[in-house]
């Protein structure tokens, strides 16, 4: 995982609220192997021009409710790793970068995702609430909206 501004790695029943993320050099905030974890009424920002800024990027998480938040970056706002499963997320205002994305890398064959739900998603540079970027489309990919 590249470096961040804020990890949490393996930690259960955490909240993040009214946390405010300006300018950051890779990924606001990363959430790594975590459990039972809201974030919510975060504002995130940085150019529309910054290469690997996402605003929050989740792997392997179990339980995560990503609520109420602004993300502007110039890359995913959310980017879901794989292994990620019971994650919801509502009322996210983001872009203009690439909303939010299934992440692959080289080392990832199958996203393996389940249980993705997103409600009242509005990306200003995407039309769908929910893009899939990992190629070729993986059919292990479950999205509710």
């Known amino acids: 995982m590249l470096m961040q501004s804020i990890m949490f790695q ?3 029943k955490v909240i993040i609220s009214g946390l405010k993320s ?3 050099q890779t990924i606001h905030i990363a959430i790594d192997h975590c459990n039972n974890l809201l974030i919510k009424d975060v504002r995130i920002t940085a150019p529309s021009e910054s290469l690997n800024t996402d605003g929050i990027n989740v792997q392997a ?6 609520r109420n938040n602004t993300i502007r970056t110039g890359d995913d706002c959310i980017a879901i790793g794989p292994g990620s499963r019971l994650l919801w997320m509502e ?14 890398s ?13 409600l009242y998603c509005n990306p200003s540079s995407l039309p ?9 489309p993986s059919p292990q990919l479950e999205y509710y909206y």
């Open 106 to 118: 080289v080392y990832t064959v199958t996203l393996n995702l389940t249980a993705i739900s997103t």
């Open 91 to 104: 009322k996210i205002a983001c872009g203009p970068g690439h909303g939010i994305s299934p992440t692959t």
């Open 10 to 12: 393996g930690s259960n």
């Open 61 to 66: 998480p179990s339980g995560v409710t990503i």
């Open 22 to 24: 300006l300018n950051s």
């Open 128 to 136: 769908p609430p929910l893009c899939s970027q990992s190629s070729p």
